[in-house]
């Protein structure tokens, strides 16, 4: 200011570390309030590190010192409180190097109301995170969700006829090496189970490889009360007499038999008069194949339908 004693016309200002903040660049610092002097105490200060999609926070520590076993720093991978702690430190040691694998990274400083300390500063520096592997190509199956990063989840689904081994929803872990939670699941044509649907599909063990030597499956079919089941075989390929698919009219062997298929021949049909059918698969020690067949549930009008068909067919009209 102009006058015989020159003076500033404000108290000259003051650089403070605030408590918490939200931080959006691609590196920064973090101080403790009063930093390089003491903190004050009673402090609950929260920074939120915001960093683009797909990038981390590798944090490293230039000093720390805090009241041992009181005042605490807390720093964790997500935008919570609560989410999964990487760290949480106290006393005079400084802290190791950090990875915060998230874009969203939490940094929670507490103090009571005694012993104040100098406190920290810290410094990050975003780094460009890994996906976890491509769990593609899913063998007779689709994957549900295409982003493979940390945190995401995928959904593992087979077509009609496979049965899904392993785990159906897969997480990518968190960490500096990405890592499913799980193995991968596969889809498998089985060796026998219980088919509640309306309509489906099954397929001969392991296809569309060849069906194993020495198999005895097993399937039970149960369609809606009031159905019959319509069985029709869209592949056919065994080795004749040795190896086929029996099938009966009910949940067990007990049950009026529909017939006994086996050989090179396609468009095999039957139709049963109960909800319940019971499919049984045998081969030999010798001579894989093939067989697919497709059932659905039909109303026992169109059974008797067809059945009096294939009366009129075998005598005539009568």
């Keep these: 200011m102009p006058g015989t004693v020159r003076r500033w016309n404000y108290p000259p200002p003051l650089c403070i570390a605030r408590c918490g903040g939200v931080l959006t660049e691609l590196s920064g610092v973090i101080l403790s309030p009063g930093f390089p002097g003491n903190y004050p105490g009673n402090l609950d200060c929260t920074w939120q590190i915001v960093l683009p999609s797909g990038y981390g926070a590798h944090i490293q520590f230039q000093n720390f010192s805090s009241e041992d076993n009181h005042d605490f720093l807390e720093v964790r991978a997500g935008p919570q409180h609560s989410s999964a702690l990487i760290g ?63 945190g995401q989840s995928v959904t593992f689904q087979c077509y009609p006829g496979y049965v899904l081994i392993g785990h159906p929803v897969l997480t990518c872990l968190h960490g500096a090496n990405r890592k499913w939670n799980h193995p991968f699941p596969r889809c498998e044509a089985p060796c026998g189970y219980n088919i509640t649907a309306e309509n489906g599909t099954i397929y001969s063990p392991q296809y569309p490889s060849e069906y194993p030597n020495s198999q005895d499956c097993s399937w039970i079919i149960t369609v809606p009360h009031g159905h019959g089941v319509y069985i029709n075989f869209t592949l056919l390929q065994t080795e004749p007499v040795t190896d ?56 026992l009008y169109y059974y008797c339908f067809n059945l009096l068909n294939d009366v009129v067919n075998l005598n005539g009209p009568y």
Aim: charged content about 10%; some cysteine.
């Design 88 to 150: 949480q430190f106290t006393g005079s040691q400084i802290p190791p190097p950090l990875l915060s694998t998230t874009h969203l990274t939490i940094i929670h400083f507490y103090s009571d109301h005694s012993e104040n300390r100098p406190g920290f500063k810290l410094t990050y520096q975003a780094y460009q995170l890994q996906n976890c592997q491509d769990p593609s190509p899913f063998l007779n199956g689709d994957i549900i969700n295409s982003d493979f990063s940390a």
């Design 244 to 299: 086929y698919i029996a099938v009966w009219d009910g949940p067990d062997t007990v049950s009026p038999q529909l017939g006994v298929f086996s050989g090179n021949t396609a468009l095999e049909t039957a139709y049963s008069s109960s909800p319940n059918v019971l499919i049984r698969f045998h081969s030999d020690f010798s001579t894989g194949g093939l067989f697919i067949l497709n059932f659905h549930g039909t109303f």
